[in-house]
Nanobody
Framework: QVQLVESGGGAVQPGGSLRLSCAASESISTFNKMGWYRQAPGKRRELVATLASGDRTEYTDSVKGRFTIAGDSDKNTVFLQMNSLKPDDTAVYYC??????????????????WGQGTQVTVSS
């Protein structure tokens, strides 16, 4: 069973930085895609950033230019560097990993794995 363990959350002032880590129980090259999602109180979980095969990255508009996702294969870890943090970035951040495979019927299927989440609070 795949395990993902997040760390690095905390409380910072607006304009500050944090780096989140997601340590996987197996090689990150196993996954077709890894990413970070976040969920603020009373809101739905939303995509923040993804890292796919070939080091392709995607970001939600609100974090472009401020957040960077990167993987370290030697450490089986994916990072999310967050700079110029804003109060709107306050949320629980979750690591996600996706494995795609061909199902019994021949169609493509996905297995999704999630970490336990780490709290990020941006406040003055």
């Amino acid at each position: 069973q795949v395990q993902l363990v997040e760390s690095g959350g905390g409380a910072v002032q607006p304009g500050g930085s944090l780096r989140l880590s997601c340590a996987a129980s197996e090689s990150i090259s196993t996954f077709n895609k890894m990413g970070w999602y976040r969920q603020a109180p009373g809101k739905r979980r939303e995509l923040v950033a993804t890292l796919a095969s070939g080091d392709r990255t995607e970001y939600t508009d609100s974090v472009k230019g401020r957040f960077t996702i990167a993987g370290d294969s030697d450490k089986n870890t994916v990072f999310l560097q967050m700079n110029s943090l804003k109060p709107d970035d306050t949320a629980v951040y979750y690591c996600n990993a996706v494995i795609r495979y061909v199902g019994l019927g021949g169609g493509m299927r996905e297995s999704n794995y999630w970490g336990q989440g780490t709290q990020v609070t941006v406040s003055s």
